[in-house]
């Protein structure tokens, strides 16, 4: 696989007050990554409207998302080099916070649309525009890609229900529980994930022939990294995530994958949590 690296510095679509950390958090991977393989998608520098959508900050978002999408069909294209060769590249996004990954997904699953939608993420992001407490678009990808987002934001194609599976999930706002209960999409807990193959079994059972790999690094325990915004207690090791990603790559295809939420404190405080990281990194392109 070939892989190359999207670097998408977002951070319009966060809830923090802290968001703009994001932008620290994306040029610290970045500066951890093959120059040559990789693509930095230039941010509006405003915060944006919310245009009556709902969504806060929603003019920027939709701005990051059309650039992103222009990138992401670069690189698919095969324009510019890649970690092992020129041609059939698979992009890795980095965020960013998760909003970042509505283009992401929607690209990949426009040329595979059979692809399974893995969501490692300590939240669901199965909220509505309406449903939302923070008004915040990191918390509504999931949903905007399954069709209920806000106008403006149309997947092409909608992922079905039982195409996607969330890992590691274990803090949902009530209509997002809701919703999940009503729909029985998968959800399987940090346990769950202490053996890989519940998951490979998981994603099997959706009939997908690819998979697309969502990290936002909250899925991890906050013992392992320090730089997220939203910590939840009792997550996942980063070896038991990186278990996880390799056990599915050595089952299915990769359509795509984003790293997101990377907000350290500092710039000089990213260090600590890179190596980890950086794990992931090599667990998604190795
Ligand atoms: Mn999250």
């Known amino acids: ?29 970045r500066g951890d990554l093959p120059a ?10 405003g915060a944006g409207e919310s245009l009556e959508t709902g969504v806060h900050r929603f003019s920027s978002i939709a701005v990051i998302v059309e650039a992103t999408d222009a990138a992401l ?27 970042v990954e509505f283009a992401a997904v929607r690209h990949a699953l426009a040329s595979a649309p059979q692809t399974a939608l893995v969501w490692f993420d300590a939240h669901g992001d ?53 919703y999940l209960e009503a729909g029985g999409l998968a959800v399987l807990s940090p346990a769950e994930l202490a053996d890989p193959q519940g998951l490979v079994d998981a994603v099997r059972a959706t009939g997908a022939t690819s998979v697309y790999l969502h990290v936002d690094l909250d899925v991890l325990d906050p013992s392992e990294i320090d730089g997220v915004a939203f910590p939840e207690p009792f997550g ?3 070896a038991q995530l990186t278990a996880a990603i390799r056990a599915l790559r050595e089952q299915f295809p990769l359509a795509g994958a984003g790293i997101t939420e990377f907000a350290p404190s500092a710039p ?7 190596p980890a990281i950086l794990r992931i990194v090599s667990a998604l392109v190795r």
């Not at 679509?13 to 610290?28: K, N, P, Q, V």
């Open 36 to 45: 040559a393989a990789t693509t930095v998608v230039e941010i509006p520098a």
């Open 236 to 238: 996942v090791t980063t």
């Open 1 to 29: 696989m070939a892989a190359r690296f999207v670097v998408v510095p977002a951070w319009q679509g966060s809830g923090s007050s802290r968001a703009m950390r994001l932008i620290d958090g994306a040029e610290a991977i």
């Open 73 to 99: 069909r670069e690189v698919s294209a095969g324009i510019g080099g890649s970690v092992d060769g020129p041609s059939g590249n698979v992009p890795i996004v980095i965020g960013g916070d998760c909003g």
């Open 126 to 178: 199965l909220n509505t525009p309406e449903s939302s407490p923070s008004g915040a678009f990191h918390g509504m990808v999931v949903r905007t890609l399954l069709g209920d987002g806000p106008p403006g934001l149309a997947p092409a194609p909608v992922i079905d229900p039982s195409r996607v599976v969330f890992a590691g999930t274990r803090a949902l706002d009530d209509a997002e529980a809701e």
């Open 268 to 274: 000089e405080a990213s260090v600590d949590d890179l």
